[in-house]
């Protein structure tokens, strides 16, 4: 009796074990999956905003079409920062609070500076 109980303990341990090694490469492959898609995600946050050519090279017209550039802007940043990063925007409304830098108006992103010290307080990407 005593030899039939840890045999039975034995084989509910080893199919214990079994089911777990599954769970666990079921979890594995889960999270491989999950870090494949994140990937994709971050790769195509780097692409260019709008629908450019994805061979051409970046010009000074060109900057602010590009996602990651978008995301290297801080606030406190200077126009010429901006400009550096985004190139020169297309249109600029300047009022006494605030002056809007916008890139591709009006579907393209906007930059808001301070009009007092000319610096960045914030910013709009452009819509894809």
């Known amino acids: ?9 034995m084989v509910g341990a080893l199919i214990s074990n079994t089911a777990s090694a599954q769970s666990l490469e079921e979890r594995v492959r889960e999270l491989e999956r999950r870090v494949q898609q994140l990937e994709k995600q971050q790769s195509e946050r780097q692409q260019p905003a709008t629908r450019a050519p994805r061979t051409a090279t970046p010009g000074a017209a060109d900057r602010w079409r590009y996602i990651a550039n ?4 801080w606030r406190g940043m200077t126009e010429d920062d901006v400009r550096s990063v985004l190139g020169e925007p297309q ?3 300047a009022g006494p609070v605030t002056t809007i830098w ?3 108006y009006p579907r393209g992103g906007s930059v808001r500076l301070s009009s007092s ?3 960045v307080e914030g910013w709009r990407e452009p819509e894809n």
């Open 1 to 9: 009796m005593r030899v039939l109980s840890v045999f039975v303990l």
């Open 70 to 73: 978008w995301r290297s802007l």
């Open 91 to 93: 249109k600029i409304d």
């Open 102 to 104: 916008h890139y591709d």
């Open 117 to 119: 010290d000319h610096r």
